[in-house]
């Protein structure tokens, strides 16, 4: 009866950064919660992978297919491997077992599709507003996913549970918040690196969508910009999310930075479609009646869209219960489904990974003790939210007196010479990202000709190789910059 005779569980042992394996913590974490209901409902070996024994034999695979850090794991995510020597490494690891892997490596998936192991992906689900976190598991064999349905939550309790925060949320006080409008476009921001950006070699970032969001402005005046909260950690992550922001004022009319409670935002009438490159956001705002858009994709398929190949079902705690991992085991091997009392309470897997996902300030999926968990960086996060939106105040001050500078002698090309080269030689970022914002809006290509030939060629590539430093345009070709001026460098 066994095709089966081991269980490993594991993560993408490929995310490496600083010589550092950033899954680790993860993989012991899924390990440690798992490991006991699968002892209780088999006899066969249960293993995590890699053991500190077995972090050489990660070192020989990862140097093989070329993973030595972050930008190599996300061009190398989507690999094909071909390579026999790493293909029966993995088949000495991983033959004839069923791996329990963490969001699982596109690479690795493929690679253990070919040595036959027999797959189930665990994320954890985009529907985070539950009384608990719920995580969501995936097998493209069949039988697997068969059995998963049954122990599935309805959609109705996803909606149920929305219909609650939002009537909560609606009675809470926060006059004035959406004075200026009753149309407002909400954009999520996400992590700088995470593997549901990456397409093909490189991250997508909201720089790529530039001709999108202009349409976007055609329909929404008013933005609300909520960066991702772990993107308000420290100040390398605050300069980008500073830069996006610049880049959103750039073509939206009015453009808010906030660090509001996310669930508050999306139960206000006010909130008419929720924007991101590709963050669950966007799935957890259609329960709460508001529509989305991805200006990327979501990657994977559950319960709000249609299926692929695998499709990802929102279990609740049943995981934690030996008869749950009987049911998924037994066409492999002989298994114990005796029935246990379940005990679900809420946030019992919130409180094992330290975190508040999903708290909305409702009582509905929360409690207050867990919140003085993470105060600490909830109380950082807010402090580095008011900071940011104290500089980006600075700035469009500083643009306005720029803007009316500009104006001022836009008709005049020998005063407006000494104006474009006395910013060319300030340093300030802001200045060079806003001369080359007004070089690339100008009402005509005639008049960026007129006032771009009051250069040297030499001093407008070192114009725009000075701004392309700036890190909100680095993703700006800047031959296409010059072309676009007109000018054949």
């Not at 469009?396 to 500078?405: C, G, M, N, V, W």
């Amino acid at each position: 009866m066994s095709e089966i005779n081991k269980i490993i569980i594991t993560g993408d042992f490929s995310r490496i950064s600083n010589k550092k394996m950033e899954q680790k913590k993860n993989i012991e974490w899924l390990f440690n919660i798992l490991k006991t209901p699968l002892e209780f409902s088999t006899d066969t070996e249960i293993k995590i992978f890699p053991s500190s024994l077995e972090e050489k034999i990660v070192d020989i695979i990862l140097s093989e297919i070329g993973i030595m850090g972050i930008e190599s794991w996300v061009s190398r995510y989507n690999l094909d491997i071909t390579s026999n020597y790493v293909l029966n490494i993995l088949n000495e690891v991983f033959s004839q077992s069923l791996v329990i892997c963490l969001e699982i490596p596109y690479w690795l998936e493929k690679a253990l599709e070919k040595i036959d192991c027999i797959v189930l992906e665990v994320i954890f689900h985009p529907v985070r507003f539950m009384p608990d976190l719920l995580l969501g598991f995936a097998s493209k064999n069949k039988k697997i996913d068969n059995i998963l349905k049954e122990f599935s939550v309805p959609i109705f309790n996803m909606y149920s549970e929305a219909c609650l925060i939002k009537s909560y949320n609606q009675r809470l006080e926060n006059s004035g918040y959406f004075k200026e409008s009753e149309n407002f476009l909400l954009i999520t921001g996400q992590m700088d690196v995470d593997r549901s950006i990456i397409c093909n070699y490189h991250l997508k970032t909201i720089y790529d969508y530039e001709n999108e969001l202009i349409e976007y402005a055609k329909t929404y005046n008013d933005v609300i910009y909520k960066p991702h909260p772990y993107m308000l950690k420290d100040s390398v992550k605050m300069e980008n999310i500073k830069n996006q922001v610049m880049f959103l004022k750039s073509i939206f009319k009015n453009v808010r930075v906030t660090n509001i409670d996310f669930y508050w935002l999306i139960s206000q009438n006010e909130i008419k479609k929720t924007l991101s490159l590709s963050s669950s956001t966007g799935i957890e705002a259609r329960f709460f009646g508001i529509s989305s858009d991805f200006l990327y994709k979501y990657q994977w398929s559950v319960d709000t869209q249609v299926t692929e190949d695998k499709f990802f079902y929102p279990i609740n705690q049943s995981f934690l219960y030996p008869d749950f991992w009987g049911r998924i085991l037994s066409p492999f091997m002989d298994t114990s489904i005796n029935r246990f009392d379940k005990n679900y309470q809420k946030n019992r897997i919130r409180k094992t990974i330290i975190q508040s996902w999903g708290f909305s300030l409702t009582d509905f999926g929360a409690e207050e003790r867990l919140f003085n968990i993470d105060k600490k960086n909830k109380k950082n996060s807010d402090q580095q939210a008011i900071n940011l939106v104290r500089k980006l105040d600075i700035v469009s001050k500083e643009f306005s007196k720029l803007d009316i500078e500009f104006n001022k002698n836009a008709n005049d090309k020998s005063t407006m010479t000494i104006f474009l080269t006395s910013i060319l030689n300030n340093l300030e970022k802001e200045n060079k990202l806003f001369l080359l914002q007004k070089l690339l809006n100008l009402t005509s290509m005639r008049e960026a000709e007129d006032i771009i030939h009051q250069f040297t060629d030499q001093e407008v590539v070192k114009l725009l190789e000075s701004i392309g430093k700036f890190a909100c345009l680095n993703r700006l070709d800047i031959n296409i910059v010059i072309a676009k001026l007109g000018r054949k460098i």
